[in-house]
Structure formats: C-alpha cells, structure tokens
C-alpha cells in the first residue's frame, strides 16, 4: 500500500519560505502525478500544484511564481517550495499522489502551514 508522509510544515512570517516534503512508500513505476492540496480554515480544499512522473507541472493562480513544487522520482518524494508567504497561505497542506494503472488516490494526513507575525 502506498503510505504518504508530510514533513516541513510550521509557523513562519508574512515574508517567510518553507519547503515541505512528502516521501511515498512505492515505486517509481508505480506513482504517477503528485500533488499538494490545502483547505485554509473554513473553506474547501483547494488544489496547489501537482507535477507528473515526467515533471509536468501546474499551480493555482494564487500561488505561481511565489511556490515551486518538484520531485525525485529515486527517492519517491515531492516538494514544495514556498516564499514570500502571505497569511492567506495559512492552511493544512496535504500531499497526493496517484497510482496507476487504475488511478487510486493517496493523501497524507497534512501539515500545518500558519503565516502569522
């Protein structure tokens, strides 16, 4: 089974950069695209960047050209640089990752993410 675990989370000032890990417990043959997610407190989860295999990437308007998100497909691990953080990035982060062929999803348990001064 794959196992996803989230590292790096914490509290940092409006300014500040963070880099969170997520390490999968599988193969690189069979993880597809991973991604990380967050829900802000009192709202919906909402997708942040997700990156394939072959190191494809997308991110949401509110974060790109502040988070970078990338992989190492040797260790099974992905990334999330994040700066010049804003207190609206305050959320629990939680790492995804796909499995092929038949597209079963994994979620970490999240890490906490608080922008505050």
């Known amino acids: 089974q794959v196992q996803l675990v989230e590292s790096g989370g914490g509290l940092v000032q409006p300014g500040g950069s963070l880099r969170l890990s997520c390490a999968a417990s599988?193969?690189?043959?069979?993880?597809?695209?991973m991604g990380w997610f967050r829900q802000p407190p009192g709202k919906q989860r909402e997708l942040v960047a997700r990156?394939?295999?072959?190191?494809?990437?997308s991110y949401a308007d509110s974060v790109k050209e502040r988070f970078t998100i990338s992989r190492d497909n040797a260790k099974n691990t992905v990334y999330l640089q994040m700066n010049s953080l804003k207190p609206e990035d305050t959320a629990v982060y939680y790492c995804?990752?796909?499995?092929?062929?038949?597209?079963?999803?994994?979620w970490g348990k999240g890490t906490l993410v608080t922008v505050s001064s």
């Open positions: 995804n990752a796909l499995r092929l062929p038949d597209y079963t999803n994994y």
């Open positions: 599988a193969n690189i043959f069979s993880i597809s695209t």
């Open positions: 990156i394939t295999r072959g190191r494809s990437i």
